[in-house]
């Protein structure tokens, strides 16, 4: 089942998402907020006044972790590295970063902002309790300190060294600074990560099971821990294949992969004159689309599959063809690893290889998954 997220804004240029699973996480606080922790905390007031508590702290908390993920995005952005969205979801907030740092350094500060953007609001809210007297006698105190103490501990958690945590990502960082290398310090971060996940569960089942383990003392929160470890494990699991591909991708450029000199059409040609009788032999062909003597757009089997058979003599390659304008370059340079990463990126299919503005050669995403297959780190038949 794939769940959509929906937008509820921008922020520097960001969009902000919500995943539906995100209402649970809201829900669950309010409730417990509402009916367990303020009328314990603040027995004088009444049923409403703690409602009215429990929606000022949850809003005010999700703020705040939306602030978290903006500040780990601003220096993403501060080193050009692109933020697709800030997602909102059941274990908190995410900001979709898409392409990893260049520099350790520059990991290190994207990690670190979030958790210090924390300790910030900690203090903002901790000192606006200060400014209106430090009581505890009126709601707005307890919302106050309530909301310093969560972002404190939202830092403290997230500086926790678990990959992939913003505390394992400053691990790993240092690891990288140290060592020079990134795939040994994703290697060495990642399996960390699991091990504080494969830890995370145990606590939870005991706390399940009836055991005061510190962390969790009552089973919400123990299964509230065993998700986050299944969640952890599974991230920092996929870091790990992910470090293998990059790795096996490296060894190639652009130039290796390419397809050369793509057959050029004209893009008056009819999709129905390019592909009847190739499309059966060549799935994967590719053509450049010329218009006037230079590049229009690149036609591949993909885009030409997408016109109902009956268009085909109707249908033009400049109609049916992804334009240069959606097309991104290569040079004949780049590693095949990072070509990848803008492919899914992007989500593209096809990237031309240009030299000194000339078109020499184009990159099929199906060529680069082949050699993954070849090098056995792909399932054999993955589309
Ligand atoms: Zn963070």
Redesign the pocket.
């Known amino acids: 089942m794939h769940i959509r997220t929906f937008r509820v804004g921008s922020l520097a240029g960001i969009p902000i998402l919500v995943n539906p699973s995100w209402f649970v996480l809201f829900g669950l606080t309010t409730w417990l907020l509402a009916t367990q922790f303020y009328p314990a905390a603040f027995e004088s007031a009444g049923r409403w006044t703690h409602y009215a508590m429990a929606a000022a702290s949850v809003l005010l908390f999700f703020v705040s972790i939306i602030l ?2 903006l500040a ?1 995005a601003l220096v993403a952005k501060a080193f050009r590295i692109p933020v697709r969205s800030i997602t909102l979801f059941i274990l908190g907030g995410v900001a979709q970063i898409t392409r990893e740092a260049a520099k350790p350094v520059h990991e290190l500060l994207m990690a670190a902002a ?2 210090f953007a924390s300790f910030v609001l900690a203090a903002v809210f901790g000192g606006a309790w200060f400014a209106l007297g430090a009581h505890d006698t009126r709601p707005i105190d307890y919302v106050l300190v309530w909301l310093a103490l969560m972002n404190i501990i939202l830092g403290v958690f ?1 500086l926790l060294p678990a990959f992939p945590m ?1 505390g394992g990502r400053v691990f790993r960082s240092i690891i990288w600074l140290v060592t020079g290398n990134h795939y040994r310090a994703t290697a060495i971060a990642a399996w960390t990560g699991r091990g504080f996940a494969f830890a995370g569960i145990g606590l939870g089942l005991a706390a399940i099971v009836g055991r005061d383990v510190w962390v969790a003392e009552d089973p919400l929160s123990g299964a509230w821990l065993i998700f986050l470890g299944l969640f952890l494990e599974n991230s920092a699991r996929k870091s790990l294949e992910q470090n293998r591909l990059v790795r096996e991708l490296r060894l190639y450029r652009a130039e290796d992969v390419m397809h050369r000199d793509p057959p050029i059409v004209d893009g008056g040609q009819t999709v129905g004159s390019l592909a009847r009788g190739v499309l059966d032999l060549n799935p994967r062909v590719v053509y450049m689309v010329q218009d006037e003597g230079s590049l229009a757009g690149i036609l591949s089997g993909y885009q030409m599959r997408e016109v109902p058979p009956a268009e085909w003599d109707t249908v033009t390659a400049r109609q049916a063809m992804v334009p240069r304008s959606a097309l991104h370059a290569a040079t004949r340079e780049l590693l095949v690893s990072d070509v990848l990463l803008e492919m899914e990126t992007e989500d593209l299919l096809h990237m031309p290889v240009v030299e000194n503005g000339r078109v020499v050669g184009i990159v099929a995403r199906d060529r680069i998954l082949g050699l993954l297959r070849q090098a056995g780190l792909l399932p054999a038949r993955v589309q």
């Open positions: 978290h993920e780990h979030g958790p997230n913003d």
